[in-house]
């Protein structure tokens, strides 16, 4: 090979050498940008996890599918797969970004955003709707798949709300059953009761199924417990605590690990008491100093703080089983006993009391049309709850034999109807919203979820997006019976009067 080639075929090899590296340089910048933009929204969807699990889970539920998640909920399925549709991610985004921003007038959802009174910026409500999309608007969407983004955020939302609920003992041990729990018990022993109180929700933990099907309990009864005022020191016979009228002379008490028996039990006596805890500086405290004997049921005598938490030695609470229309199943020694569900709220709707938020119109969707008052429902019939929508004007009659409502988030259409005495019709029921709902008619007994109901989709099988229903009605006395929704029974409300007239 002459020189001439040997240079051209260096030149050659040099320049692809060269066009290689360029090549590779531009292939690993764009690989690596979009590396960092999915990054980002994958970031930002498990933030969004994090604040809903800290926000929203009240009324959408630890996994958020709301009412097709637990009937009890009020809040619209978020956790679905039309949420996540590729082809209208914008629009979905933009409605989702509006609705955390500004509430739903006429509904539970208040305003979030910051300039609205709530307590979220923009990012923090981006990073809401990344969780629901799995797409961040303002960012090009990535070569990932945005259902899989958010599927992970859901779980991770579970898992934030998981580690929210743990309770703890003041020893730090997780809260725990220290007996077994048959499946119709309703005492339960546990390795504390600090900070448990009465009227509050306890949820079981199940090993082999998701924890939104965890048994949850109501605490009905639980022992007395409050604290120490000042220090104990080892040789003390008497401790100063807030309330001691709980622990009768014989009780036995726990102050960390040691054990005291109630000896007696002196009248309190009312003083202005100055600590250093802030919740209770300057406040007026019923203090006694009871008597006690010091390190019962071979334990031992020792210091404790001010402070410490003062219980009965009686670790068990009296509960509902079966609360939140969960299943009461049997428990084993050792299952973790997790903080429960806190209730959804009830009222007032956004926009009920005060300006509409974000420029809405004010609530009336849910409203009956105004005009005179309806008629009053039959003696004995359920009372409407204040939080429901109104009732009012003549009852609409039915069309060639039909009574016809929609139902929305969270309203009927119609909701009130009027039948001639013995007539037969129709009732025709369509969900036109974007949450299961149904319709319940209490019969003359006046009461729901008896034999004599009329439901369209009775519980649990109601109507989901997009789908009808309908029954046949009829009513040989005169009454003026009342419906409701029952996934939304104190916001979807209305009658039927059935008259001879």
């Not at 008491?273 to 100093?289: N, Q, T, W």
């Not at 969270?410 to 949450?435: E, H, K, M, P, Y």
Request: aromatic residues 6%; negative net charge; proline residues 8%.
């Amino acid at each position: 090979m002459n020189t001439s080639k040997q240079v051209n075929l260096m030149v050659g090899l040099l320049f692809l050498v060269v066009l290689g590296f360029g090549l590779y340089f531009v292939w690993e910048e764009n690989v690596r940008e979009e590396d960092a933009t999915e990054k980002q929204v994958i970031d930002n969807a498990e933030r969004g996890a994090f604040l809903f699990a800290r926000n929203c889970r009240v009324c959408h539920g630890l996994t958020g599918r709301g009412s097709l998640e637990n009937v009890n909920l009020p809040g619209l399925p978020l956790n679905l797969e039309t949420n996540r549709d590729p082809s209208e991610l914008n629009l979905i985004q933009a409605r989702f970004a509006d609705t955390i921003e500004c509430g739903r007038v006429g509904t539970l959802m208040p305003p979030w955003h910051i300039s609205q009174g709530g307590p979220l910026n923009d990012f923090q409500i981006q990073q809401l709707v990344t969780l629901i999309t799995g797409a961040t608007s303002d960012i090009s969407p990535p070569a990932i798949n945005n259902e899989l983004v958010s599927l992970h955020a859901w779980e991770e939302a579970v898992e934030f709300a998981e580690e929210g609920d743990i309770l703890l003992t003041p020893e730090g041990e997780k809260l725990q059953l220290i007996e077994p729990l048959t499946a119709d018990g309703t005492t339960i022993v546990l390795n504390s009761v600090i900070g448990l109180a009465p009227d509050t929700f306890l949820r079981l933990d199940k090993p082999d199924v998701p924890p939104e099907e965890d048994e949850v309990v109501r605490i009905l009864q639980v022992p007395a417990t409050t604290e120490l005022v000042s220090a104990v020191l080892e040789d003390d016979s008497s401790i100063l605590v807030q309330n001691a009228l709980a622990f009768p002379e014989g009780t036995v008490i726990a102050v960390e690990d040691e054990l005291m028996r109630v000896v007696d039990v002196p009248e309190p006596q009312t003083l202005a008491f100055v600590r250093a805890r802030a919740a209770l500086a300057g406040s007026d405290l019923a203090l006694s100093r009871i008597q006690v004997e010091r390190g019962v049921d071979n334990t031992k005598a020792a210091y404790h703080k001010p402070a410490t938490a003062v219980a009965s030695a009686d670790t068990r609470i009296v509960v509902e089983r079966s609360a939140f229309d969960t299943e009461a199943s049997e428990h084993a020694q050792g299952t973790q006993v997790f903080a429960g569900p806190i209730p959804p709220p009830e009222g007032p709707l956004t926009g009920e009391a005060g300006t509409p938020p974000c420029g809405q119109l004010a609530a009336g969707g849910g409203a009956a049309p105004s005009g005179p008052p309806a008629p009053t429902p039959s003696p004995g019939q359920p009372e409407r709850p204040a939080t429901a929508q109104a009732v009012s004007g003549e009852p609409e009659p039915p069309v060639n034999g039909v009574l016809e409502t929609e139902t929305r988030d969270n309203f009927f259409t119609n909701n009130n109807f009027g039948v001639a005495l013995g007539q037969t019709v129709t009732i025709r029921v369509t969900d036109s919203g974007a949450a299961p709902h149904n319709l319940r008619v209490a019969g003359l007994d006046g009461e729901f979820d008896t034999s004599d109901d009329f439901a369209i989709a009775p519980s649990p099988n109601f109507l989901f997006p997009g789908q009808s229903g309908e029954g046949i009605f009829t009513l040989d006395q005169e009454a003026t019976l009342v419906f409701r929704c029952d996934v939304h029974p104190t916001l979807m409300w209305g009658q039927i009067t059935v008259t001879s007239q």
